[in-house]
């Protein structure tokens, strides 16, 4: 089975800097998506790590360690807009099936 | 064109009501995917088609059908609904090789009165 854990909300100022943590614990590993979806919108994708290290796309960056079961998400330079839910997402051995964490709300205030 | 249309973006219907959900995609995606999202949880897969072939259902209640036409078109048929199968719908595409990385459509907001 999976078992994907992440922070439920996490609240930062406008211009900040914000870590999101995602451990996971699953029967296999071929990649770890972050998704970011605003209310009652779909979700778009962020970015994707397979292998350990950093990932960097602009104001947003990816860690992964695939010997601790965890990854992180960094956004840095807040903006008003980045107020969305964060779901972290575990492609297992079927390539087609996606284990999504519960999402971590992030609210940025000004 | 990475997009992903869904028709209608709402939808009401009763019980006993019988209709579809559309999905289109022309990035050439060979997988098509349906999910289930309740609020303030994450999506959960319901059917996966790969090259137009059920590949993944999981367990999902007969009430609801997939059809795949063709490699751009996903349908879902409703009929005899409950109210707690309100929820958003989401259709997702992806390539068949490399990261299976999963484009979403905007979804259907679904409610079951």
């Known amino acids: 089975g999976q078992n994907i854990d992440q922070p439920t909300e996490m609240t930062a100022t406008e211009g900040a800097i914000v870590q999101i943590n995602c451990t996971y614990q699953t029967s296999g590993f071929n990649g770890l998506f972050w998704y970011q979806q605003h209310a009652g919108e779909a979700p778009t994708f962020l970015s994707y790590n397979v292998l350990d290290g950093l990932e960097e796309k602009g104001r947003f960056s990816s860690f992964l360690s695939r010997s601790k079961g965890y990854s992180y998400l960094l956004l840095k330079e807040l903006q008003m807009k980045d107020s969305a839910s964060y779901l972290c997402?575990?492609?297992?051995?079927?390539?087609?099936?996606?284990?999504f964490g519960a999402g971590t709300t992030v609210t940025v205030r000004a | 064109d990475t997009e992903v249309t869904q028709t209608p973006k709402h939808l009401v219907m009763g019980m006993t009501n019988k209709k579809s959900l559309k999905c289109e995609q022309h990035?050439?995606?060979?997988?098509m995917y349906w999910y289930k999202q309740k609020a303030k949880k994450p999506p959960e897969l319901m059917f996966v088609?790969?090259?137009?072939?059920?590949?993944i259902n999981e367990s999902v209640p007969s009430r609801f059908s997939p059809e795949c036409p063709n490699s751009s078109l996903l349908n879902l048929h409703l009929h005899a609904l409950q109210p707690e199968d309100s929820a958003l719908y989401l259709c997702?595409?992806?390539?068949?090789?490399?990261?299976?990385?999963?484009?979403f459509g905007p979804g259907t907001r679904l409610t079951v009165t």
């Open positions: 088609y790969s090259y137009e072939k059920l590949s």
């Open positions: 997702a595409s992806s390539q068949t090789r490399g990261k299976y990385e999963q484009y």
């Open positions: 997402a575990v492609r297992g051995t079927n390539d087609y099936k996606l284990s």
């Open positions: 990035m050439g995606h060979r997988a």
